[in-house]
Structure formats: structure tokens, C-alpha cells
């Protein structure tokens, strides 16, 4: 059975979510704490095989428009290091707006600025992995 696990993968931080065991909906997990490039690496692939990932969905940023930005080619050498680390395949998911919607949720929950840092990408991350389950589904 198939078991997907996403990353949102910024600059400071990583967001973590998983599938549920029928690959339904995206479950937040954690949030992962940038320390330097190689230790971040092997701490996500960690963190895909410690989760039973059969496929790894990363999230890539694109401008608006689709066009490339300087954060998908930040993002695009992560995911070529990451496919070094790990045998499990890795599926490039485009993640505009999907940041801003976990933003929304906390705040429509009453969550405080500095308590949302805790929580943001790991939610965008869900938000990723449910987009990609979406079309799994041919929704």
C-alpha cells in the first residue's frame, strides 16, 4: 500500500505531513528546524523512511504566474540532494497559495503570530499532499 509523506521546504523551516493509511486526506505532522544544508538532508530522508514514505510529494514555489523564482531553484537543489539520500521517489507538487492558506486556517482559529511559526508548515505541507491526493483521485 501506498504511503505518501510531503514537505513544505522553505528557508528556515520544513513542514511535515503525511497520508492516512487509505491515502483519503493529509494529516499535518511536525515541523522540522532548519540547521544546515547536508544535516537537513539526511534528517528528511529520515523522516520519509521513519514514516514508511513509499513516495515523497515536495512542494516546488512558483510565482504566480507559474514562472520559475529564485526560491524554486533553492528548492530544486534540496530535492536533488534529497533523491541522493533516498531511494523512495520523489513528486514535485506546486505549492502556490498553499502557505498562505494554512495562514488563514490558524488565524481563522484565533492562533497567535508567534504560536503559528509552531504549526504554518507543517499545515502547508497537508495542503500540499492533499492537492497531489486530489489529483490522485481525479478530483
Known amino acids: 500500500m501506498e504511503r505518501y509523506v510531503a514537505f513544505d521546504i522553505g528557508d528556515k523551516r520544513i513542514g511535515v505531513a503525511i497520508s492516512d ?9 511536525e515541523t522540522y528546524f532548519r540547521k544546515g544544508f547536508k544535516e537537513d538532508v539526511a534528517a528528511v530522508a529520515k523522516i ?22 529564485l526560491q524554486t531553484e533553492k528548492t530544486e537543489r534540496f ?16 505549492e502556490r497559495f498553499t502557505t498562505q492558506m494554512a495562514h488563514e486556517t490558524l488565524i481563522s482559529e484565533g492562533m497567535r ?18 492537492n497531489f491526493l486530489s489529483k490522485l483521485k481525479g478530483v
Open 21 to 29: 493509511p487509505f491515502n483519503t486526506y493529509a494529516l499535518p505532522s
Open 48 to 69: 520519509a523512511k521513519d514514516k514508511g514514505a513509499t513516495k515523497i510529494i515536495c512542494g516546488l514555489p512558483v510565482n504566480f504566474d507559474g514562472s520559475r523564482a
Open 79 to 94: 530535492i536533488a540532494a534529497l533523491k541522493e539520500a533516498t531511494a523512495t521517489e520523489i513528486i514535485c507538487e506546486d
Open 113 to 130: 503570530r508567534e504560536k503559528r511559526k509552531n504549526f504554518v508548515d507543517a499545515l502547508a505541507a497537508a495542503n500540499i499532499l492533499d
